[in-house]
Nanobody, 128 residues
Framework: QVQVTESGGGLVQAGGSLRLSCSASGLTFGFYTMGWFRQAPGKEREGVSCISPSGQNTYYADSVKGRFTISRDNAKNTLYLQMDSLKPEDTAMYYC?????????????????????WGQGTQVTVSS
């Protein structure tokens, strides 16, 4: 059974940093494009950043470019999101996903597909 579990969320002041982690089990982690998505109250789930199976290729939403860094450790079956210079508009529930659609990493981040394996999310709150 596939399990995806996020951690590392919390409350931080604007300008601060957080590092999210996502551990996955029950799948061959290194075969999957992985992504971070977020959903704020009343809004649709949106792709934040995605990374290819090898880690060589990455994608970032325009809103987080230059502030967030995605990485993965395939030996540890773990995905990371380093978030710096956080803004109040980054406040959301952050979800990790393992792609099952076989799209490009831009395509994976473009659609929060229900086909993906999803975690339960970790809350990030940025105060002004």
């Amino acid at each position: 059974q596939v399990q995806v579990t996020e951690s590392g969320g919390g409350l931080v002041q604007a300008g601060g940093s957080l590092r999210l982690s996502c551990s996955a089990s029950g799948l061959t982690f290194g075969f999957y494009t992985m992504g971070w998505f977020r959903q704020a109250p009343g809004k649709e789930r949106e792709g934040v950043s995605c990374i290819s199976p090898s880690g060589q290729n990455t994608y970032y939403a325009d809103s987080v470019k230059g502030r967030f860094t995605i990485s993965r450790d395939n030996a540890k079956n773990t995905l990371y999101l380093q978030m710096d210079s956080l803004k109040p508009e980054d406040t959301a529930m952050y979800y990790c996903a393992a792609d099952r659609t076989a799209r490009s990493i831009g395509g994976v981040c473009g659609v929060a597909s229900p086909q993906n394996y999803w975690g339960q999310g970790t809350q990030v709150t940025v105060s002004s």
